[in-house]
């Protein structure tokens, strides 16, 4: 098996990877700064939702998140170049991540991919005319965890049976010519919903298979375009068309690509790295599976939902009202989400209940800065899950100020609502 795994592969495909990467790096960063995202993301909002144990990450001022993304859009180049790309790579890795480690709401499934990639471009050196076999399927595996687990949890009756949330999405476009008046039909939103689920589970398989791997890539290239086209996903599709040319064969490229790129010993390095990337790969497959660890349904609780690739299953909208309460007076004032987040905070607040926790803390911390002394905070909290009735989320009778977040199952999570998806017309 190690032999297997260390044997010599042209690398002209993982180059060809590299470039085509680099590219779609490069260009996300400068769509950033052109669509004005770097205002509304990280200028705009007076208090940001930070992930668990990442509490010290904070935005630099205007000035200095446009120099990280024109920093991240030169280093998506040299990535494209195969200038230092190790380093190239690991300093993208840094810096994409600390843009995404600053607010929990801007978290996006193929922003959590472009780290990863990134790193393991960081990681292993790519740019010989060789490299070991592992280097490859590293990648591969990275890649399948995505598909694969995007598909194993479509695997439920809200998919499969109901069509939801694709039927709810498909209903918005009914104005588009042609095609608009069907995407308002139920049984089109549950034929998009099976496509999706036989795509996502067996195209692996399919472009390993070299007689159905061109065949197999034509249908990928258009799953993700119309994806592209009527969800509006952001790179995402432009990510996993790229990353998909990674189950070609591993010399597809060696007719585009210069003979010789930059040589060198890597054995030493390789070495570490046969155990470093092992256990990385594992965390991988692993990590999407702590939900299996807590109570209740995952796309209604959230705990285990980020990164672990539950990509398109659900659509939740909330209202959320909090309610103070001075225990010296028994005064209560309610207190809308307003008064501290901006409307793209607070649409992702209001159903993701380790958010509504972190800003009714930041709520008691503001009251008590305001001479109000030691306050309690509740929230009141109507969530719609794919389309079913609003439904209580937060027990309203829990003092949240008093609760600390942690990894423990959060008993203040209301159990989610029975039944299935509300009927559309």
Do not use: C
């Not at 790193?119 to 490859?136: D, I, K, S």
């Not at 809200?158 to 008046?181: F, K």
């Not at 692996?204 to 086209?229: D, E, M, N």
């Not at 100020?401 to 017309?425: C, F, H, M, Q, V």
């Amino acid at each position: 098996m190690r032999a297997w795994l260390t044997r010599p592969i042209d690398s002209s495909g993982l180059r060809a990877f590299r470039v085509l990467f680099g590219l779609v790096l490069a260009g996300g960063a400068v769509r950033t700064l052109a669509s004005g995202w770097i205002e509304k993301l990280y200028v705009e909002p007076r208090f940001f939702f930070t992930y668990w144990g990442f509490d010290f990450i904070h935005p630099l001022p205007h000035a200095g998140m446009i120099a990280v993304y024109v920093a991240l859009a030169a280093l998506g180049v040299a990535i494209a170049a195969g200038f230092h790309t190790r380093l190239a790579a690991a300093l993208f890795f840094v810096g994409f991540s600390y843009t995404q480690l600053i607010d929990v709401t801007n978290y996006l499934n193929h922003n959590y991919l472009i780290s990863l990639l990134a790193l393991l471009l960081a990681l292993l050196p790519v740019n010989t005319r060789t490299v070991p076999a592992w280097f490859l399927y590293a990648f591969r595996l990275q890649v399948a965890v995505v598909y694969i687990y995007a598909g194993l949890t479509k695997l439920g009756s809200d998919w499969l049976l109901h069509g939801e949330p694709l039927a709810t999405w498909l209903s918005v476009h009914t104005d588009l010519p042609l095609i608009g008046p069907l995407l308002d039909e139920r049984w089109v939103a549950l034929g998009a919903s099976w496509a999706g689920f036989l795509f996502d589970t067996t195209i692996v398989a399919w472009l390993l298979y070299p007689r159905t791997r061109r065949i197999a890539y034509l249908v990928l290239i258009g799953f993700h375009t119309g994806t592209h086209l009527l969800f509006h996903i952001g790179l995402f599709p432009f990510i996993m068309t790229v990353a998909a040319t990674l189950f070609f064969s591993p010399d597809w490229a060696s007719r585009i690509l210069p003979r010789k790129p930059v040589a060198g010993s890597r054995q030493p390095v390789a070495g570490l790295l046969f155990l470093l990337i092992p256990a990385l790969l594992t965390l991988q497959v692993v990590l999407p599976l702590r939900h299996l660890l807590y109570p209740g349904g995952v796309l209604w609780n959230e705990e285990g939902m980020r990164f672990a690739w539950k990509v398109m299953v659900r659509e939740k909208h909330g209202a959320v009202t909090f309610h103070v309460t001075q225990p010296s007076t028994g005064r209560t004032v309610q207190v809308s989400p307003h008064r501290y987040l901006t409307a793209k905070q607070e649409r992702e607040m209001s159903s993701q209940p380790d958010l509504i926790l972190q800003l009714a803390h930041h709520i008691a911390d503001d009251f008590r800065a305001r001479g109000f002394g030691d306050v309690e905070v509740r929230a009141e909290a109507l969530v719609s899950l794919n389309a079913r009735p609003p439904s209580p989320m937060i027990d309203p009778t829990v003092d949240l100020a008093g609760e600390r977040d942690s990894l423990a199952p959060k008993t203040w999570i209301l159990p989610a609502p029975e039944g299935p998806p509300g009927a559309r017309p």
